[in-house]
């Protein structure tokens, strides 16, 4: 059974870069399948996309965000990251890393990390 | 403002059946599967229904999806015989060709009276 567990600190402080990890056991990062996410949900709020990308490195982000992050996948310890620049109070959030299906007519994101609170404050 | 707009809330009583509506356009529903994602107090989403309408194991066929309107922009999540058990927030998601973007609806808060 696959499983995604996500990684961090926890409080981050303005200005600063956040930076999170999810590990993923019970299966290989290494899958030519799926993609790997990364999802946020502000508290109280829906859900938003933040990227996703292949076990290769190819990666994509959603526009919105697209100038402050990226990400990582390294393969040898079957993780992959996120890095969210020049934050703000406006990133606080859960984040939660997740197994992307992605095919030419779908985005399914079918395996979930339990998510990881992310505060930012001085 | 989401992408997708669903209602902030619906409710039903037990045993009753309730639907969630997810309203998009060209650029997403109209051309592009849609995934409910279905998120109990305190946890992460799951999904309860993928490519519209198609069900992963283990969820119940009380569980419904389809896709309507003009130009099929809207989908629609089914629920019948509602439990207290499925009080939770369910978000439609898809792919917006426009945006190059997942996009959520704002999620709806589903209350089993």
């Known amino acids: 059974q696959l499983q995604l567990q996500e990684s961090g600190p926890g409080l981050v402080k303005p200005s600063e870069t956040l930076s999170l990890t999810c590990s993923v056991s019970g299966g290989s990062i290494s899958s030519s399948t799926y993609y790997w996410a990364w999802i946020r949900q502000p508290p109280g709020k829906g859900l938003e996309w933040i990227g996703s990308?292949?076990?290769?490195?190819?990666?994509d982000y959603n526009p919105s965000l697209r100038s402050r992050v990226t990400t990582f996948v390294d393969t040898s310890k079957n993780q992959f990251s996120l890095k969210v620049s020049s934050v703000t109070a406006a990133d606080t959030a859960v984040y939660y890393c997740a197994r992307l299906l992605w095919t030419r007519l779908q985005v399914r994101f079918d395996i979930w990390g339990q998510g990881t609170m992310v505060t930012v404050s001085s | 403002q989401s992408v997708l707009t669903q209602p902030p809330s619906v409710s039903a009583a037990p045993g009753q059946k309730v639907t969630i509506s997810c309203s998009g356009s060209?650029?997403?529903?109209?051309?592009?599967?849609v995934s409910w994602y279905q998120q109990l107090p305190g946890t992460a989403p799951k999904v309860v229904i993928y490519e519209n309408n198609k069900r992963p194991s283990g969820i119940p066929d009380r569980f419904s999806g389809s896709k309507s309107g003009p130009g099929l922009t809207s989908a629609t999540l089914g629920i019948t015989g509602v439990q207290t058990g499925d009080e939770a927030d369910y978000y439609c998601g898809t792919w917006d060709t426009s945006l190059s973007a997942v996009v959520f609806g704002g999620g709806t808060q589903l209350t089993v009276l």
């Open positions: 990308i292949y076990y290769s490195g190819s990666a």
């Open positions: 060209s650029s997403n529903i109209a051309n592009n599967y």
